[in-house]
């Protein structure tokens, strides 16, 4: 192995438990489902960036074949799980469903590659994955407007993952039309400059996707804030307007004396006090 692609897989793997401790830490402070996907999307890719490396020491050519068809079964599970996470955002997601797609990408390349050639599983299972990147695409396109309105103010986060993404296609499909020991991943390629490219954009589109789901969280939780100060300051309001129309009214009727004169004081004061919180609520 080039000690570039070397280089560039510990790279990717690094970023990958950059995203596995993000997933981890949305997951427990939230305990929803999408989290579950993501975390286990990102331990996938971690053990795909594992595997060459592994093969790499692998003297026996079926052995080391195969170890390459597993390094391309976790990534396209892990390409499943976490597009299946972003997914979760705008459409309802299926857990069986995930599971069996999941199960399907494991079982059908292996029993394919063992009964005919390992090589041609594994072209077979990178066709599944860019089909993959199609259907995201399509669903999250039908979703737009929500994904959109999801970014806010980082829409330009969107913008440059998506030309990423498309650049990335495009260098892909010209490293295997131009370059001539092509291989996934380039594990064997003696070509520095193809090797430099494809990871660099590897590398690109992993740190985009990191930020990305850390920007839906951001936004989600600032959405949820602004909505929790409209309804604590609109329900606070309300309250604080019953209180100064019942400690009018009473004072209005007059003649109260001692304690019940400091209890209405009391009032007027909470009711002065609540008024400065409704403001203290709104400047957050």
Not at 143 to 155: A, E, P
Request: overall charge neutral.
């Amino acid at each position: 192995m080039n000690i570039l692609t070397s280089y560039s897989l510990i790279i990717l793997i690094g970023l990958r438990f950059i995203g596995l401790t993000n997933g981890t830490e949305f997951f427990r402070n939230t305990k929803e489902q999408r989290f579950i996907l993501l975390i286990t999307g990102w331990v996938s890719w971690i053990v795909a960036g594992v595997i060459p490396i592994m093969a790499d020491l692998v003297i026996d050519t079926y052995q080391k074949e195969l170890l390459l068809l597993m390094n391309i079964i976790f990534f396209s599970i892990g390409v499943v799980l976490l597009l299946s996470s972003i997914i979760s955002y705008f459409y309802p997601v299926s857990t069986p469903l995930v599971i069996a797609v999941c199960s399907g990408i494991i079982c059908f390349p292996l029993v394919f590659g063992l009964l005919t050639q390992i090589a041609l599983a594994r072209t077979i299972t990178i066709f599944f994955g860019f089909g993959s990147y199609a259907i995201i695409g399509i669903l999250l396109y039908n979703r737009r407007n929500n994904l959109i309105r999801l970014f806010d103010k980082g829409l330009h986060w969107l913008y440059l993952a998506i030309f990423s993404f498309v650049i990335y296609i495009i260098i892909s499909i010209s490293l295997i039309l131009t370059v001539d020991d092509y291989s996934y991943g380039l594990l064997n390629s003696t070509n520095d400059f193809a090797i430099i490219i494809n990871y660099t954009m590897s590398i690109i589109l992993t740190v985009l996707l990191i930020v990305i789901f850390i920007h839906f969280e951001r936004s989600i939780t600032n959405h949820e804030m602004l909505n929790l100060k409209d309804i604590y300051s609109h329900d606070i309001g309300n309250t604080l307007q019953t209180l100064m129309t019942a400690s009018a009214i009473i004072e209005y009727n007059g003649n109260l004396e001692g304690s019940e004169r400091e209890k209405l004081e009391m009032i007027q004061v909470k009711a002065e006090d609540a008024g400065k919180l409704i403001k203290e609520i709104r400047k957050l």
